[in-house]
């Protein structure tokens, strides 16, 4: 996965260390996250509160970095304000408050990103692109919170020209906020099947699960919480 990411920043005129690895671990265990680390992953995305909640106490001794990339429900933002380093999908106001609120003031500012829903799905989450721009200033005011940039999940597709459409509109929505003031360095974008059109259109954080551990690992209703 590394050699594909060089490859594709490669083909970008980018520098392969622009762009980081984030290997989704959701679903699988906190031994299959350990072989990972071994190998010299550091950072990992969890979508379930309560696993990925298990797995950062379980691993904690190893320095990794934790990314909550999944919906998140308002009244299961405490643990993650404390567990977790980043969240990517904040995509209304209080959910951000309740973060901003709840986050241990001993810890580092929680680093976020505003989710954008760059492909207007109705079962997707994330902001529409035009109301994101005030989302993104009221939650860059927040105390203990960090803005680092967006992320988006756009529709599958086998169409290469419609994946970096659907990137563009995160990258202009990322130059608009920076032209405003915001100092946003974070486009995370991209997964197992669509990262070299991602990395064409500026990602810097790439999510990507399948590609590393495999095929998803059927998760038990106590896990999904």
Known sequence: MRARLAAAAASAGRAPDEVALLAVSKTWPAAAVREAAA????????????????????????????????????????????????????????????????RDVHLPPLNVCIQVNVSGEASKSGVAPDAAAALAHAVAALPRLRLRGLMCIPEPSDDPALLRARFAVLRRLQER?????LALDTLSMGMSHDIEAAVAEGATIVRVGTAIFGGRRPLAASESA
Do not use: C, M
């Not at 904690?60 to 977790?84: C, D, M, Y």
């Not at 906020?177 to 003031?181: M, R, S």
């Open 177 to 181: 906020l920076v032209g405003e003031g």
């Open 39 to 102: 190998a010299g992953q550091r950072a990992f995305g969890e979508n379930y509160v309560q696993e990925g909640v298990a797995k950062v106490e379980a691993l904690r001794g190893l320095g990794l970095e934790w990314h909550f990339i999944g919906p998140l429900q308002s009244n299961k933002t405490r643990a993650v304000a404390n567990a977790f380093d980043w969240v990517h999908s904040i995509d209304r106001l209080k959910i951000a408050e309740r973060l901003s609120a709840q």
